[in-house]
């Protein structure tokens, strides 16, 4: 992918994020991550019905790279299965970590395959993923 055509669906994601804004509903599951080193803090809330992703909402103060990641990530994983939402975040991660991965099932996401340039960027890119994570590890734990 062309850098700037990353470029542009990074800052797209930024400035009009997908989802923001939580909801009042016990039937989300919700985490919290923040970043001891910046000021990202992302507050995530997922609803999960038959093994399905069906809606993730966020908020919360976070960098360019962290907001458009959130919203990235909410836009690759709604409506896939738990299943499909665990190989993502493992390929996902594996890319950031300069890993084996499969950029096929990464969608928008690929954008960050260049971020291990900059390590001080990594955690931006990789906090909502890690929340969504505990989400679904929390799903897995009531099933």
Known sequence: MDNNLKRSIILEHYQNPKNKGLISDSTYLTSNTNNESCIDEINLMAKIDNNKIVDIRFDGEACAICTSSTSIMIDTLINKTIEEANEIYNNFENMINEK?????????????????KQPNRKKCALLPWWGIKKIIDKENKND
């Open 100 to 116: 084996e991965f499969n950029k096929n099932i990464l969608e928008q996401a690929i954008v960050y395959e260049d971020i291990y």
